[in-house]
C-alpha cells in the first residue's frame, strides 16, 4: 500500500503560480499511475491531471495549458506546477496514486487563489 503525503499549497493572487508536490512512500511508485484531483466548498470532487508510468499525461479542460504534472520516479515524487491560476482554481488538491484498479489518495493541501 503507498502512502501520500501533498505540499506546496498557500494563498495566492489570481494570475499567480504555485507547486505541489506530492512525496509517496512505499515501493514499486514507478508502476503507479499519478495524479491530482481537487475539491471546492460545496461541490464534489473533480479530476486535474493524471501522468501514467510510462509517462502520459491528461488534464481536465479546465486547467490545460496552465497545470502541467509531471514526476521523478527516483524521489517518489510527483508534482503539479499551476500557472495563471484563478479564483475557481480554489480548492483542497488531493494527490491520486493508481495501480491494478486501486486508489489512494493523500490528506489534502489547501490552494486558495485571491486577491
Known amino acids: 500500500q503507498v502512502q501520500l503525503v501533498e505540499s506546496g499549497g498557500g494563498l495566492v493572487q489570481p494570475g499567480g503560480s504555485l507547486r505541489l508536490s506530492c512525496a509517496a512512500s512505499?515501493?514499486?511508485?514507478?508502476?503507479?499511475?499519478m495524479g491530482w484531483d481537487r475539491q471546492a466548498p460545496g461541490k464534489q470532487r473533480e479530476f486535474v491531471a493524471t501522468?501514467?508510468?510510462?509517462?502520459?499525461?491528461y488534464y481536465a479542460d479546465s486547467v490545460k495549458g496552465r497545470f502541467t504534472i509531471s514526476r521523478d520516479n527516483a524521489k517518489n515524487t510527483v508534482y503539479l506546477q499551476m500557472n495563471s491560476l484563478k479564483p475557481e482554481d480554489t480548492a483542497v488538491y488531493y494527490c491520486?496514486?493508481?495501480?491494478?484498479?486501486?486508489?489512494?489518495w493523500g490528506q489534502g493541501t489547501q490552494v486558495t487563489v485571491s486577491s
Open positions: 491520486r496514486a493508481t495501480y491494478s484498479g486501486r486508489d489512494y
Open positions: 501522468i501514467t508510468s510510462l509517462h502520459n499525461t
Open positions: 512505499g515501493r514499486f511508485f514507478s508502476v503507479y499511475a
